[in-house]
Antibody, heavy 120, light 111 residues
Framework: QLQLQESGPGLVKASETLSLTCTVS??????????WGWIRQPPGTGLEWIGN???????FYNPSLKSRVTISVDTSRNQFSLSLTSVTAADTAVYFC????????????WGRGTLVTVSS | QSALTQFASVSGSPGQSITIACTGT?????????VSWYQQHPGKAPKLMIY???NRPSGVSNRFSGSKSGNTASLTISGLQAEDEADYYC???????????FGGGTKLTVL
């Protein structure tokens, strides 16, 4: 059964870069049927889509974050990664990675999420 | 402010049916059938409950159903159970540059 697991620092200093990795197990990230995405959830609030990557490396991002976000894929390691630059307290959130089902455009499998706190 | 509008809360008694609405525009819900719904219990990851407006993934109870009329999508839960108490989020593809938009979420309380 396919599983996703986020990893990375739980604490990042303001103005620095947040970096997270999502490891896919139980299946291949190179499937043509899926995108791979990042979604975040600030404490006590709703979900915000950050961006998606395809196994080929093509990406698309939420315009509100686009200038600061890079999502990349490493098919040899079955991983994809998120980089968010110049973070502020507003970037404090639980960050989820998820599989995005291409045919129906739905996030069908999610990681457990990881809390990233931006400190001043 | 979320691009899709959901009421903040809804409640119902065990055994009852409730409906959660999600309102968008012709650029998202009204223009496409790529509407999905997610259930999120506290401290947990969201779980896909409905995709393509009205389809249930394997393993999701048939007490959950989805529909759409115009720019509004709805999630109906019948035969409410205590375990249904959670936050519910809608999402849709959008033809705007955002690509995908989430609703602000609706907290379901089972009385």
């Amino acid at each position: 059964q396919l599983q996703l697991q986020e990893s990375g620092p739980g604490l990042v200093k303001a103005s620095e870069t947040l970096s997270l990795t999502c490891t896919v197990s139980g299946g291949s990230i190179s499937s043509s049927s899926y995108y791979w995405g990042w979604i975040r959830q600030p404490p006590g609030t709703g979900l915000e889509w950050i961006g998606n990557v395809y196994y080929s490396g093509s990406t698309f991002y939420n315009p509100s974050l686009k200038s600061r976000v890079t999502i990349s894929v490493d098919t040899s390691r079955n991983q994809f990664s998120l980089s968010l630059t110049s973070v502020t307290a507003a970037d404090t959130a639980v960050y989820f990675c998820a599989r995005h089902w291409l045919q129906f455009l739905a996030f069908d499998i999610w990681g457990r999420g990881t809390l990233v706190t931006v400190s001043s | 402010q979320s691009a899709l509008t959901q009421f903040a809360s809804v409640s119902g008694s065990p055994g009852q049916s409730i409906t959660i609405a999600c309102t968008g525009t012709s650029s998202d819900i009204g223009g496409y059938n790529y509407v999905s719904w997610y259930q999120q219990h506290p401290g947990k990851a969201p779980k896909l409950m409905i995709y393509d407006v009205s389809n249930r993934p394997s393993g999701v109870s048939n007490r959950f159903s989805g529909s759409k009329s115009g720019n509004t999508a709805s999630l109906t839960i019948s035969g409410l159970q205590a375990e249904d108490e959670a936050d519910y989020y809608c999402t849709s593809y959008t033809s705007t540059t955002t690509n995908w938009v989430f609703g602000g979420g609706t907290k379901l309380t089972v009385l």
